[in-house]
């Protein structure tokens, strides 16, 4: 996973300044998330690694799936992936520009673990709470845990804040032996 990440910093840096300087950072993150959900594919991955299959085959079939054949911007970029076999990196590179969006719009992201699953209404709310609480603005993004009990327990940075049923027993129970 570490050598992936590293592999793939260099693209989504230099994706994100393109992005940046071009002004379409929303752009680039929703092609980044596309091409990586077409390079997770199964068939994709087998096409990837194939002798049967030339690098200009791979390549065009890539931006055709990606739906945007006419970007010679986006085809550029495929084809630097595709010819440096780096294609697999995709998951990494977008997760990395993300984080790098973010960064630069100021926003973190809030991993909210919760016993049972939010509806939209209910994540909206926490994470407004969230937000006044931690002082920035907050990306959720939700795991369900039923070990919690009831509750959440939510980790922004290396910041936690624990309102978790499973986290008060805890702290009682603690209390009780010393």
């Known amino acids: 996973m570490a050598e992936s990440v590293t592999i793939a910093r260099p693209y989504a ?10 002004k379409t950072l929303p752009l680039w993150q929703e092609r980044l998330e596309r091409m990586a959900l077409v390079a997770e594919d199964a068939g994709m991955q087998s096409l990837i690694g194939s002798p049967k299959v030339s690098p200009a085959q791979l390549a ?17 970029f495929i084809q630097a992936l595709v010819d440096n076999e780096r294609l697999a990196v995709l998951p990494q ?3 990395l520009y993300i984080a790098l969006k973010s ?18 209404a209910q994540l909206n709310n926490l994470t407004q709470q969230l937000e006044a609480h931690f002082g920035t603005r907050l990306q959720p993004r939700v795991v369900v ?3 919690l ?6 980790m922004v940075g290396d910041r936690m804040l624990d309102a978790s049923v499973r986290g008060k027993l805890e702290t009682v129970a603690s209390a009780l032996k010393n």
């Open 149 to 154: 009990i009831g509750g959440v327990k939510v």
């Open 13 to 22: 840096e230099a994706v994100f300044r393109i992005a940046r300087e071009q």
């Open 60 to 76: 065009q079939l890539f931006v055709s799936l990606c739906g945007e054949a006419a970007n010679p911007e986006l085809g550029n």
């Open 103 to 120: 960064a630069e719009e100021g926003v973190k992201e809030a991993v909210i673990e919760s016993a049972y699953p939010l509806d939209g």
């Open 145 to 147: 845990q039923p070990e």
């Open 93 to 95: 590179i977008r997760d």
